[in-house]
């Protein structure tokens, strides 16, 4: 998992409160995704940052869901307030570091969300 | 992003090659054939990607079909420590936009 924090590795909420989930990636990675992924599927993805900027968020329900990237480095996904279907694991993805000049992602553990 | 099938599970007994189908019918000439797999309660890990020829690494081989519309992943001698559920995505670059996963194959390996 190439350096890649995540956490709360676990987190339980109660319906309507708010969560947030931290990614903490190496140094030298341009692009970073965040994929949420249900009991059973495969990753779907939420967003996309190049460096502090949120490329592709297509994906993102926005009205509850928000996340950032400061300095282009570590990032934050907020769920405010969480629903029971927002139970399932996010995880995050930055890509190959820039020096080892290929297109792969490194995921992190990832966190497991349930919502009671 | 091309769509991949693929079976649902395969067994395959330790220390035995495990050959892992994908089809990708659809595939585009510059899409890439990339397999990742996911251990229990880890994220996925790269494995290895392909284009055309036939590709090696530490981890695995990857055999493409010469039209392209079928790949197998090979695990040549497989361990407990491979049971995982494993990813075939086509994909032109890199997954620069974002990995499309489908549900994969769960691999088990028998003692």
């Known amino acids: 998992e190439a350096g890649v924090v995540q956490s709360p590795r676990y987190k339980i909420i109660e319906k309507k409160q708010p969560v947030a989930f931290w990614c903490n990636p190496i140094s030298g990675h341009n692009t970073l995704y965040w994929y949420r992924q249900n009991l059973g599927q495969g990753p779907e993805l939420l967003i996309r940052?190049?460096?502090?900027?949120?490329?592709?968020d297509s994906q993102l329900p926005k009205d509850r869901f928000s996340a950032e990237r400061l300095k282009g480095v570590d990032s934050t996904l907020k769920i405010q307030p969480a629903e029971l279907g927002d139970s399932a694991v996010y995880l995050c993805?930055?890509?190959?570091?820039?020096?080892?000049?290929?297109?792969?992602?490194?995921f992190g553990p990832g966190t497991r969300l349930t919502v009671l | 992003d091309a769509k991949t099938t693929q079976p649902t599970s395969m067994d395959c007994a330790e220390g035995r090659a495990a050959n892992l189908p994908c089809n990708h019918s659809t595939i585009s000439g510059n899409e890439y054939v990339y397999w990742y797999r996911q251990i229990h309660s880890q994220g996925p890990q790269y494995i290895i990607h392909g284009l055309k020829n036939n590709e090696t690494n530490e981890m695995a081989s990857l055999i493409i079909t010469e039209d392209r519309k079928s790949s197998t992943l090979i695990l040549p001698h497989a361990t407990l420590r491979d049971t995982a559920v494993y990813y075939c995505?086509?994909?032109?670059?890199?997954?620069?936009?974002?990995?499309?996963f489908g549900k994969g194959t769960h691999l088990i390996i028998q003692p």
């Open positions: 995505i086509g994909d032109s670059g890199g997954g620069a936009d974002g990995l499309t």
């Open positions: 993805a930055p890509n190959a570091p820039r020096e080892t000049n290929t297109d792969t992602q490194y």
């Open positions: 940052y190049e460096n502090e900027e949120a490329v592709d």
